[in-house]
């Protein structure tokens, strides 16, 4: 399993001039990619941008977003074309994580109703079909969702594979499951990607600035299912890291509810410890960079 650490490009009241910083340090300590979620209504940068500003300070790490919100986003053929912008500005490393979006705040900023995001998500992906066909750069792309279409969408030949929510182990147990079997009955080579992330923060103030980041993000309503997940100590990092690869996840990408450089080396540290021996057997997989299906 590979680990990437997310760039604090939703951390509130954070200098966000320090992305660029974040990311070159990131890939100095050798994480496997950098990532970005997604909000319109929220103290966040786009996830385009600071992916962007990402590539603009690294040569060799992946960018991927887990996810990128489309439905509201109403123009799915410009979505794609800053999306085409970043995979040739990164030199092939994007891999763009694909959802509907689940805020309903951000849809009606929009004007995009949340009852139309089903329907909407049909007709993009088959316009995305047609567009990235004849397109010449196109990123990786990995499909969220966790119901029976989302899942079926994933396993589809535009998509490498599935990207699972950002907690909740057993939903990424069943949704492994089901885009694997979709993937059989499409009659696809190989395996589907599996991708999936954890908030993480650490450091003498680990428990507070994950408690205040998770409840200004989710909410007293899903605050506790959300935390619940959420990796303050070493130990925790090391555990959660063991089943999500017991589980089947190829990559995961840890989130800091914290902001701080230090963030990065903290957790480089116990990562390396944990996973140095399956770096070490890890073989090359068909969806890595520079080798996709069809």
Not at 36 to 45: E, G, Q
Not at 232 to 261: K, N, W
């Amino acid at each position: 399993m590979r680990v990437g650490i997310g760039l604090p490009a939703a951390v509130p009241g954070r200098d966000m001039r320090l992305i660029g910083a974040w990311a070159e340090r990131a890939e100095n300590a050798d994480f496997a990619s950098v990532g970005v979620i997604d909000r319109l209504i929220y103290d966040n940068l786009d996830p385009v941008t600071a992916l962007a500003a990402a590539a603009a300070c690294t040569s060799r790490v992946e960018l991927i977003s887990t996810l990128i919100n489309v439905c509201w986003r109403n123009n799915p053929v410009l979505l794609a074309k800053q999306l085409s912008s970043l995979t040739r500005l990164s030199g092939g490393r994007l891999t763009a994580g694909l959802g509907m979006g689940g805020w309903p705040a951000d849809y009606a900023a929009s004007g995009v109703p949340v009852s139309a995001a089903a329907a909407c998500s049909m007709q993009l992906w088959r316009r995305w079909s047609d567009v990235w066909r004849a397109a010449d750069h196109r990123p990786h792309i990995v499909l969220g969702g966790t119901g029976p279409r989302a899942l079926t969408r994933a396993a589809t030949v535009l998509s490498d594979g599935w990207v699972a929510p950002l907690f909740g182990l057993q939903l990424l147990r069943d949704g492994r499951v089901g885009v694997q079997r979709a993937w059989a009955d499409a009659g696809r080579v190989g395996r589907p990607r599996i991708v999936s992330g954890r908030y993480f923060s650490l450091g003498a103030s680990a428990d507070g600035a994950a408690d205040a980041y998770i409840h200004h993000y989710y909410g007293a309503e899903f605050f506790d299912v959300a935390r619940a997940d959420t990796l303050t100590s070493p130990a925790a990092v090391r555990a959660e890291l063991q089943r999500l690869s017991e589980a089947g996840c190829d990559d995961v990408v840890l989130f800091p509810c914290a902001g701080g450089l230090e963030q990065i080396g903290l957790l480089a540290e116990i990562v390396h410890d944990a996973t140095r021996k399956e770096r070490d057997d890890d073989p090359p997989q068909h969806w890595r960079r520079g080798d996709r299906e069809g």
